[in-house]
């Protein structure tokens, strides 16, 4: 918390850190409200770093004494670190500070979560352990004891000695401060093993609380498939002797990659069929993948400052996408990952949090772990492994990992390894990590003696902060159809990177079928003003799996628009086309599934908007229930055969072929739901033995309003089990209809179970409500005060929590001006509470624009 103005961090202003840290040697003796931290720093001048006074990091910690040479010095204590005089040589540092875990709610440091002791350092957590200079760039091997009577006690790297009371843990490999963690607790473990492509051993073990052992089997398989795809794919081991992951119930995020000791929120690592989904599965092993992989990709070579952050996030964002497509379904993947970067990242970039992928200033560094960061720099690795090919993006990334290992580095240091590795220049790419916002596409077309001609023009919007945009390299990926359906030019990569250019194809007899953007092969929205036949003759026949799954999703879009505007009635053309593609069961199941997925209602709010309409919540909704209700009318006959084929009769496995026939199932259900009001659902709620289809059937209950007697026998069936119950909490609020929504919502946060300290619980329920159109948007204004009066309450508690949920206000600028002023009072009222945290006030001002 801060009382002064916020301050910005700048990233011109880099400057290395005066002194090497030669090693860290911490004692921990665990107390709930005064744990004492004795720390043993080794300091050398840095002959690179200009001179400096000596600062070291510090927030909320009691400094009992301190030591520079074994003599007692008085350093100079702020809120914010310490000031002190040191030698000019290399010296000796010790410091003994109190803390206080217990009475840490914020989750940030040294916490406590159901008795257990646990650390969140990352980004700069590791200040409120012990002072320190907490920065990504100074890097140093850590030997850490821990005392106290608790059953396990776990640190970073290998065991060492362990005996009565104590247990010493060292990590050979250097590292910052932000990789480090203790666990203590009175858990048990799952344990595994390894054995590496050189031969080494490794222990594997998943912590957690007794009880939950159950639900580690699936997590332990996902991280021996993790260890071993990253040896066969880039061809990099595992470094230590051991490695651990906790679940923890009390989490910010849904996981962290401290070295050799993984902390998980306990909702991305727990898994079993009769407690979670199909997708919950699929996200344990994705998210357990991530950190895994950020081994390499993070803390082997790690980030010089925290604006260099999509180096790690965006390069282990795409290594975790890269590894599902080859587990799973490539097109599914692809699909999911453009509906998610669409759904997060483009609202983002198109609204005024809008920042390039590599920021150039901040106030508080938790604020930009954002899909930007993440999600568009994964994409911006996609595209230059698109650009240079793949074989030279493995000769890159060897000499990545060669060049760079043990080093904190930059994105010059990144682009500078393909350039030496392509012979490219890369100047005019690194304009996707500098220049924010989402580049507008729009085409056109020509055809003449056999030759066609697509001529493409770029605009990027302006962004806050840059009004002026230069033209960005994209790879655009096409393919062309003849009019009979055939293909006529296979996939074929266009360097599309001046303001407008044109491509010529030759040697065509009919003027050929577009399909562009094929594998969404940039982060681009594309502009074309192509008829629906087009659209439809491409979800007929595009052999691109993404390209014609889009088709059809334009076709959805434009008739939910011409219904919200004109109150047209479906497009027959969309329906019929779309049943076509459903019914052939060549195609994999979770394909067909996503098929019958419409654009989200906040999407359409953002198509209307940018066609100069201001959208209507309760239109779109209207529009979204007439075309489910068309569908389902129309499609009495297709459903049932569906259904059939959605049918699991195997033992539940959350495999991708059976996860896609459910997914499948579940997408049936819904419609079926419109036409016998539930009966279907209500006798697949009673059957089912597994999270996934009790869920989903549910779901619709609670849709169609049948939900009295199936809420309660949710809740009595699942009240010993937080994590199933998260899913009570948000889907009552999920699945009802608009006027619900705040209703259920208040009466929900006076729930005994409403633990709203616990982010998983306060997202369940208050992330749900936002994340209703229609409900949130509710022309009363109750939604936003409701979200509002929680987010004032939340952020004295955990302010970086608080803050994340502010992303719910940054579209407001769309809506109507009874909206926007009910939204900029909320906004005002939050920025007014006395004492807010610097993480909440920069949020709230950036989406003020203020
Ligand atoms: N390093 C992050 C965790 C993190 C985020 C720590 C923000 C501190 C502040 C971790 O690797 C991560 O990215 N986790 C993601 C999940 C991942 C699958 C994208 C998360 O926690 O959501
Ligand atoms: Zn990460």
């Given at each position: 918390m801060k009382a002064e103005a916020p301050q910005t961090i700048y990233l011109k202003d880099y400057t290395p850190f005066g002194w090497h840290v030669e090693s860290v040697h911490l004692t921990f003796r665990l107390a709930p409200n005064s744990t004492r931290v004795l720390s043993k720093i080794r300091f050398a001048p840095n002959p690179d770093a200009p001179a400096q006074d000596f600062f070291l990091h510090g927030e909320m910690l009691k400094l009992i004494g301190a030591k520079i040479d074994g003599a007692t010095v008085t350093p100079d204590v702020t809120d914010e670190g310490?000031?002190?005089?040191?030698?000019?040589?290399?010296?000796?540092?010790?410091?003994?500070?109190?803390?206080?875990?217990?009475?840490?709610?914020?989750?940030?440091?040294?916490?406590?979560?159901?008795?257990?002791?646990?650390?969140?350092?990352?980004?700069?957590?590791?200040?409120?352990?012990?002072?320190?200079?907490?920065?990504?760039?100074?890097?140093?091997?850590?030997?850490?004891?821990?005392?106290?009577?608790?059953?396990?006690?776990?640190?970073?790297?290998?065991?060492?000695?362990?005996?009565?009371?104590?247990?010493?843990?060292?990590?050979?490999?250097?590292?910052?401060?932000?990789?480090?963690?203790?666990?203590?607790?009175?858990?048990?473990?799952?344990?595994?093993?390894?054995?590496?492509?050189?031969?080494?051993?490794?222990?594997?073990?998943?912590?957690?609380?007794?009880?939950?052992?159950?639900?580690?089997?699936?997590?332990?398989?996902?991280?021996?498939?993790?260890?071993?795809?990253?040896?066969?794919?880039?061809?990099?081991?595992?470094?230590?002797?051991?490695?651990?992951?906790?679940?923890?119930?009390?989490?910010?995020?849904?996981?962290?990659?401290?070295?050799?000791?993984?902390?998980?929120?306990?909702?991305?690592?727990?898994?079993?069929?009769?407690?979670?989904?199909?997708?919950?599965?699929?996200?344990?092993?994705?998210?357990?993948?991530?950190?895994?992989?950020?081994?390499?990709?993070?803390?082997?070579?790690?980030?010089?400052?925290?604006?260099?952050?999509?180096?790690?996030?965006?390069?282990?964002?795409?290594?975790?996408?890269?590894?599902?497509?080859?587990?799973?379904?490539?097109?599914?993947?692809?699909?999911?990952?453009?509906?998610?970067?669409?759904?997060?990242?483009?609202?983002?970039?198109?609204?005024?949090?809008?920042?390039?992928?590599?920021?150039?200033?901040?106030?508080?560094?938790?604020?930009?772990?954002?899909?930007?960061?993440?999600?568009?720099?994964?994409?911006?690795?996609?595209?230059?492994?698109?650009?240079?090919?793949?074989?030279?993006?493995?000769?890159?990334?060897?000499?990545?990992?060669?060049?760079?290992?043990?080093?904190?580095?930059?994105?010059?240091?990144?682009?500078?390894?393909?350039?030496?590795?392509?012979?490219?220049?890369?100047?005019?790419?690194?304009?996707?990590?500098?220049?924010?916002?989402?580049?507008?596409?729009?085409?056109?077309?020509?055809?003449?003696?056999?030759?066609?001609?697509?001529?493409?023009?770029?605009?990027?919007?302006?962004?806050?902060?840059?009004?002026?945009?230069?033209?960005?390299?994209?790879?655009?990926?096409?393919?062309?159809?003849?009019?009979?359906?055939?293909?006529?030019?296979?996939?074929?990569?266009?360097?599309?990177?001046?303001?407008?250019?044109?491509?010529?194809?030759?040697?065509?007899?009919?003027?050929?079928?577009?399909?562009?953007?094929?594998?969404?092969?940039?982060?681009?929205?594309?502009?074309?003003?192509?008829?629906?036949?087009?659209?439809?003759?491409?979800?007929?026949?595009?052999?691109?799996?993404?390209?014609?799954?889009?088709?059809?999703?334009?076709?959805?879009?434009?008739?939910?628009?011409?219904?919200?505007?004109?109150?047209?009635?479906?497009?027959?053309?969309?329906?019929?086309?779309?049943e076509a593609v459903l019914r052939d069961e060549t195609l994999d199941p979770a394909y067909r599934a996503l098929m019958m997925g419409t654009p989200s209602q906040s999407e359409l709010a953002q198509v209307l908007a940018d066609r100069g309409h201001v959208p209507d919540p309760d239109a779109i909704w209207q529009a979204a229930e007439t075309l489910a209700q068309v569908k389902a009318e129309r499609w009495t006959d297709l459903l049932p055969r569906l259904a059939a084929e959605a049918e699991v009769t195997a033992p539940y496995s959350p495999d991708a072929e059976q996860s896609a026939r459910r997914a499948l199932g579940a997408a049936v259900l819904s419609l079926q739901t419109r036409l016998d009001g539930g009966a279907a659902a209500e006798t697949q709620f009673g059957r089912a033995d597994n999270m996934t289809l009790q869920l989903s059937a549910l779901s619709n209950l609670i849709r169609a309003g049948r939900d009295d007697a199936a809420l309660k026998a949710f809740h009595d069936q699942w009240q010993g089990d937080r994590l199933v119950m998260d899913k009570w909490f948000g889907l009552q609020i999920a699945a009802t209809t608009p006027e619900k929504v705040v209703p259920r919502t208040e009466a929900l946060t006076a729930h005994p179970a409403f633990d709203w300290k616990n982010p998983n619980r306060f997202r369940a329920v208050m992330g749900a409500m936002m994340m209703h159109h229609a409900g949130f948007h509710s022309v009363d204004g109750a939604g936003y005060r409701l979200l509002a009066d929680w987010l004032i309450r939340l952020d004295d508690v955990n302010p970086q929590t608080t803050a994340r949920m502010c992303s719910a206000f940054q579209t407001w600028r769309r809506y109507d001006a009874g909206r926007q002023e009910m939204i900029r009072a909320e906004l005002e009222r939050i920025r007014s509470k006395p004492k807010l945290s610097r993480d909440v006030d920069e949020m709230v001002s950036r989406i003020l624009g203020a």
């Open positions: 310490l000031t002190v005089t040191v030698p000019s040589g290399a010296f000796l540092w010790e410091a003994e500070v109190e803390i206080d875990p217990k009475g840490n709610t914020a989750l940030e440091g040294l916490y406590m979560s159901n008795g257990m002791y646990c650390t969140q350092c990352e980004a700069e957590g590791f200040r409120k352990i012990t002072y320190y200079p907490d920065r990504p760039d100074v890097m140093s091997t850590f030997t850490v004891r821990i005392e106290g009577d608790e059953k396990v006690k776990l640190s970073n790297g290998n065991p060492q000695e362990a005996g009565e009371g104590f247990a010493e843990w060292h990590d050979p490999w250097p590292k910052p401060a932000y990789l480090f963690a203790l666990v203590a607790g009175d858990l048990v473990n799952f344990p595994g093993a390894f054995t590496t492509m050189s031969g080494k051993q490794v222990e594997l073990n998943i912590w957690v609380r007794p009880g939950d052992e159950d639900k580690c089997a699936f997590g332990m398989e996902a991280l021996k498939k993790s260890m071993k795809w990253d040896e066969d794919v880039y061809g990099r081991e595992y470094d230590l002797d051991i490695f651990n992951i906790v679940a923890v119930d009390d989490f910010n995020m849904g996981a962290m990659e401290n070295k050799g000791l993984n902390v998980f929120n306990s909702s991305c690592v727990l898994a079993s069929p009769e407690t979670s989904t199909d997708a919950n599965f699929e996200r344990v092993e994705a998210i357990i993948a991530h950190e895994y992989f950020h081994n390499w990709t993070g803390n082997r070579i790690t980030c010089r400052d925290w604006f260099q952050l999509c180096l790690k996030e965006g390069l282990t964002v795409f290594r975790d996408a890269q590894f599902t497509s080859d587990m799973r379904s490539e097109p599914v993947k692809r699909i999911s990952d453009v509906i998610d970067l669409r759904g997060r990242q483009f609202p983002e970039d198109q609204g005024p949090l809008s920042h390039p992928v590599r920021p150039e200033s901040f106030q508080e560094i938790n604020n930009f772990y954002t899909a930007t960061v993440y999600e568009k720099g994964a994409e911006v690795i996609g595209m230059l492994k698109r650009l240079v090919g793949d074989e030279a993006y493995a000769r890159a990334l060897d000499l990545y990992f060669d060049r760079h290992d043990g080093q904190a580095c930059t994105i010059e240091d990144w682009l500078k390894v393909f350039e030496d590795a392509t012979g490219r220049d890369l100047a005019q790419f690194k304009r996707w990590y500098s220049q924010a916002g989402t580049p507008r596409v729009s085409v056109s077309e020509s055809f003449a003696d056999g030759t066609y001609s697509l001529t493409f023009r770029q605009e990027t919007p302006p962004t806050p902060g840059q009004p002026e945009k230069a033209p960005q390299v994209i790879p655009m990926a096409v393919g062309l159809l003849n009019p009979n359906g055939d293909e006529v030019l296979p996939t074929t990569l266009l360097e599309f990177n001046q303001s407008e250019q044109t491509f010529n194809f030759s040697g065509f007899a009919a003027k050929p079928v577009p399909s562009l953007l094929r594998g969404f092969s940039a982060p681009v929205v594309l502009d074309r003003e192509a008829g629906r036949d087009e659209q439809a003759f491409l979800l007929a026949h595009d052999t691109d799996t993404f390209t014609r799954w889009d088709a059809g999703r334009q076709l959805a879009r434009e008739t939910l628009v011409d219904m919200v505007l004109t109150g047209a009635t479906p497009d027959m053309a969309y329906i019929d086309g779309l």
